[in-house]
């Protein structure tokens, strides 16, 4: 070989050699720090996972009869059409009222830690518990709840295949595990689970870079394994608290909770995946564009005044996260008798 064409291939050679030594540094950090979905239903604690009782709970997540008004549901705040929340700044409820917080999305909210912005509840079976019973949300008690299931015989034999063996299956505590059940299976696997998995492919090279700023930069500190976040709790202005415009100064977060002063203005992490589609963003929803979102963490949270590509780099990480929405088709729910509680609609 001529000395030229061996010294072009040599260089050619070691760039290649660096580039895959970067490719693999790049990997090693992405499984330290991350982990993709699992290929299966996750389990839920102390709530066996059957067909019977994923079917019931599709059933009373869509069922609008399970709020006072008759007018909401579950589907309505986490609207599985539109990334399982329901794009307002904060949501609508009984009475046209408007909530306190952004919705969180139920997109692979099972994989959370805890639920809610303050993490009040330990798991969806406690979540599913308090929209319904919230004045501003659904309105409702559960005995009504029982009362408007146990009135169309229907409910009372899906609850009775669902909870097999138990003499009176119709509870309110079941109510909650059967909606648990279902949204365990509101997962979604995206290109950033393929790249994990071994698929160098899966993400584009822009989405690799902004992978890296986000490990390097801290924003992984809080924003790490299955769900992107989703555990933890961390004041919200970590460096740089935010203006009045982005944290209203009324809600104090998770001291609403334990009534402790440190835990003023804390928040659980936010789960990432599918962020493109869940604006607006944080738990005020005051910001819509996700590009601002993630320069005001930079500053908020990590003292770093992020440059606009760094800003476009994370940004197209965070699409990355966006995954393939489970199909779901609309049940038909069971018709209301002459027993059935009917709706009361007044206006706040």
């Not at 409820?93 to 830690?113: D, F, I, S, Y």
């Not at 912005?117 to 599913?128: M, N, S």
């Not at 995946?273 to 908020?300: C, E």
Request: aromatic share 8%; proline share 7%; charged share 20%.
């Amino acid at each position: 070989m001529h000395f030229k064409t061996f010294a072009i291939a040599l260089v050619a050679g070691v760039a290649l050699s660096s580039a895959a030594l970067a490719a693999d540094d790049l990997r090693a950090k992405a499984t330290e720090t991350f982990k993709p979905l699992p290929s299966t239903i996750p389990s839920v604690k102390d709530n066996p996972i059957t067909p019977e009782k994923i079917s019931l709970g599709k059933s009373l997540f869509f069922d609008t009869r399970m709020s006072k008004s008759g007018v909401f549901s579950c589907n309505s705040c986490h609207n599985l059409a539109t990334g399982g929340d329901d794009n307002l700044e904060t949501s609508i409820g009984h009475g046209w009222q408007k909530g306190p917080r952004n919705a969180p999305t139920a997109l692979n909210a099972v994989l959370n830690e805890a639920q809610f912005w303050d993490g009040r509840a330990e798991d969806l079976k406690a979540q599913a518990k308090g929209p319904v019973q919230a004045g501003v949300e659904m309105a409702n008690t559960p005995d009504q709840v029982i009362a408007t299931l146990k009135s169309m015989p229907a409910y009372p034999e899906a609850f009775k295949a669902a909870f097999p063996g138990e003499k009176d299956p119709v509870t309110f505590d079941n109510f909650a595990k059967a909606i648990e059940a279902f949204e365990a299976t509101l997962i979604t696997p995206a290109p950033f689970d393929s790249y994990l998995n071994g698929d160098d492919a899966a993400l584009t090279d822009e989405q690799k870079k902004g992978m890296a700023l986000f490990i390097d930069k801290g924003c992984s500190s809080c924003h790490n394994g299955v769900n992107v976040g989703g555990h933890g709790y961390y004041p919200f202005g970590v460096v740089e608290t935010p203006g009045g415009d982005v944290l209203p100064a009324g809600d104090k977060g998770r001291f609403s909770v334990t009534k402790t002063a440190d835990d003023s203005y804390v928040f659980r992490a936010a789960p990432l995946r599918n962020i493109a589609l869940t604006a607006p963003y944080f738990h005020s929803g005051k910001v819509w564009d996700l590009k601002q979102a993630v320069a005001i963490m930079g500053t908020s949270q990590l003292g770093a005044d992020l440059n606009d590509e760094e800003v476009m780099q994370i940004t197209a990480f965070l699409e990355s996260l966006t995954g393939k929405m489970p199909e779901i088709v609309y049940p038909v729910l069971p018709p209301e008798t002459a027993d059935t509680p009917r709706p009361t609609g007044e206006i706040k």
